[in-house]
């Protein structure tokens, strides 16, 4: 599993953040998502899906390897 987050398009609203604290944080002075480690191993995997499926903005993405 290979993740791309565009953060010109993040809605700032942090549940990536909620859901896989290891994988996404949040810039301290926007809120924009920043991606911790662009290749999740496989037990987080269920986290990074719920957080590509949540995020408002679409921002995050799986990129099939």
Do not use: H, W, Y
């Amino acid at each position: 599993m290979k993740l791309t987050a565009d953060q010109n398009i993040c809605a700032s609203s942090g549940q990536c953040v909620g859901l896989a604290p290891r994988v996404f944080d949040q810039r301290d002075e926007d809120g924009v998502v920043v991606v911790l480690d662009d290749n999740p191993p496989e037990e987080l995997a269920d986290a990074v899906a719920q957080a590509v499926r949540v995020c408002p903005s679409g921002a995050i993405k799986i990129v099939e390897e």
